[in-house]
């Protein structure tokens, strides 16, 4: 039996732990390993985190605060587990319950996959990423510092991460932690490859600089409830597909894999926000 793990990264977003490992807990996939990893967490965060080793019985493995997002710490845990497929997931986002399972088929066969992921912008809209890592030319614009590779959408193979040169290392100022492992991913293996539908959401900080923790946490507690129905991720389907229909005609092959992906699951649903 594949055993699957889940690595995620925090430091002071409290009580969204709650809900980033929640959509974990409601994956299809059973048995997954779920691993936090403190980065010199606030007292709050770590009373969150303390909550659910108890009731959930997450490993949490506590550091001090590393000089960027504790990428070694990373390296060092993955050093000793004994998973075979391992995900990310930033404390901040949120998968759909079909995450894992959409992506372990991908990793029979690549070393290295990523979901279709959408940003959920600060007034409820989404916006899906698409890109295709079994393309040329999107494994090329990463190589070239255009990270569209979130964390939370990544996936790979143990012992593919155990050929890499380096593994995680601290990025140096000025290059995107991810950026800095993804462009270690691309010359090393050209076993790459992405998913067709979003099944993941990102939440970015920029974009709630001014958010205090209670509304952002409000406000992913009201996408986690509409992820756990069929008809809230209907909604959300459709107005990906939407947006991807109206904004990437440039790129009409990512679109027409979107559309491949999502048949029978975005007709006749309207484009609105969940709110």
């Known amino acids: 039996m594949t055993r699957v793990a889940v690595i995620i990264p925090t430091y002071d977003h409290g009580m969204l732990l709650k809900l980033s490992v929640g959509s974990v807990l409601a994956q299809t996939?059973?048995?997954?390993a779920i691993h936090v990893i403190g980065d010199g967490v606030t007292d709050a965060a770590r009373a969150v985190i303390v909550g659910l080793v108890a009731e959930h019985g997450v490993h949490f493995h506590d550091h001090p605060k590393s000089p960027r997002t504790g990428e070694p710490y990373r390296h060092?845990?993955?050093?000793?587990?004994?998973?075979d497929r391992i995900f990310y997931l930033s404390d901040d986002d949120l998968w759909l319950p079909d995450h894992v399972e959409s992506l372990l088929p991908l990793l029979e066969r690549n070393d290295l996959v990523a979901a279709v992921s959408a940003w959920v912008q600060a007034d409820g809209q989404v916006k899906p990423m698409l890109h295709d890592l079994g393309k040329p030319f999107y494994r090329e614009r990463i190589v070239a510092g255009d990270n569209h590779l979130p964390l939370s959408a990544a996936a790979h193979r143990m012992d593919a991460y155990r050929r890499l040169p380096h593994g995680w290392r601290t990025a140096p100022v000025g290059t995107?932690?991810?950026?800095?492992?993804?462009?270690?991913?691309m010359p090393a293996t050209p076993r790459t490859a992405s998913g067709t539908?979003?099944?993941?959401?990102?939440f970015p900080s920029k974009m709630r600089a001014d958010w205090p923790l209670e509304r952002r946490y409000a406000e992913q507690e009201r996408w986690a409830a509409a992820l756990a129905t069929g008809d809230g991720r209907a909604r959300l389907h459709a107005a990906c597909f939407a947006h991807a229909r109206s904004t990437y005609i440039a790129r009409d092959l990512a679109v027409r894999r979107l559309e491949e992906g999502m048949i029978g699951a975005v007709c006749a649903l309207p484009r609105r926000p969940i709110t």
């Open 176 to 185: 995107a932690t991810d950026l800095h492992m993804w462009q270690q991913w």
């Open 197 to 202: 539908t979003v099944t993941m959401l990102r």
């Open 29 to 32: 996939v059973p048995g997954i």
């Open 76 to 83: 060092q845990l993955l050093g000793t587990l004994d998973a």
